[in-house]
């Protein structure tokens, strides 16, 4: 009975979680990925707790410590504790990169499935899409930004509008190629409603790539986000994010290199593990991948 007992429960594992799990199992760089990720998400989730002061504390007589057991990362100009100012940075990083991915991948995915069934609406859609696509995301996003006021939330807006023509794209060509499989055909002939393919036979098959997209729009969405922020058109001042801690410190990084180094690396480090998650992903959830290996 027991032999039984376990074979039934090595059966019940879906065959797509069994390569999920036997793929991250060859690469161990994806693990490492999501380990890190991981850090820096509890990191930002318990900033206020793992911080050391305020990082909006100002105190002049204090400006420009060396990184040292009561500064661990120093303090900048003004006298901020850079350690702190950095703890609570990642949150801004991880909120606007989770929520650029989350809505780009949201909005590309209802575009892309409706343009690739509906031939004329596809003519319209693509054409603005292409016209998005030939701007590089960084412009596009500083062009936005430059019609609204410093905020989270325009950032966010600006990135995703900035990164949804990608997600379309690919969810189109997707919806293209399913289009003409045999069983899509055999739905339409049935006289299957259109919301009844999209969701029943199109959708489920579109999901693999798209979360492999999402995590590269995600690591997109933060190096995007510290460029804004480093050239003054991200996040207000007031909110401390990596971007604008380096922003703050370009003028004196030949005598406080600790002030850019810091903040640096952790973008660095997250955007790193969040392309080696989504590389683990791609190899777990690519058949042909699986095939190969």
Known sequence: MTAIAIDGAQKSVSPTWRRFRDAFRR?????????????MILIAVFAPWLGTVDPQAVAP??????????FWFGSDMMGRDVYSRVIYGARVSLTI?????????????????????IRWLDAIVMRI??????IPPV???????????????????????????????????????????PYVTAAIAAGT????????HILPNTVAPLLVQATYVCASAMITEAILS?????????????????????????????????????LSLTVLAV?????????????????RM
């Open 27 to 39: 690469h161990p760089t994806a693990i490492v990925g999501g380990a890190v990720l991981l850090a």
């Open 61 to 70: 007589v204090r400006r420009l410590k060396q990184p040292s057991a009561d």
């Open 97 to 117: 990169g989770i929520a650029v991915a989350l809505f780009s991948t949201l909005v590309g995915l209802l575009i892309g499935l409706v343009t690739g069934f």
């Open 129 to 134: 899409m292409d016209g998005l696509m030939s």
């Open 139 to 181: 412009l596009l996003a500083i062009a936005l930004m430059a019609l609204t006021r410093a905020s989270i939330e325009n950032v966010i807006v600006a990135i995703t509008l900035a990164e949804m023509p990608r997600v379309v794209r690919l969810v189109r060509s997707l919806v293209l190629t399913l289009r003409e499989e």
């Open 193 to 200: 409603s259109l919301p009844r393919i999209l969701l029943r």
């Open 230 to 266: 480093f050239i003054g058109a991200g996040t207000p001042p007031n909110i401390p994010s990596w971007g604008n801690i380096m922003a703050e410190a370009r003028s004196l990084f030949q005598i406080a290199g600790y002030l850019i180094l810091f903040p640096g690396i952790c």
């Open 275 to 291: 392309n080696l998650l989504g590389d683990g992903m791609r190899d777990a959830l690519d058949p042909r991948l699986a095939r």
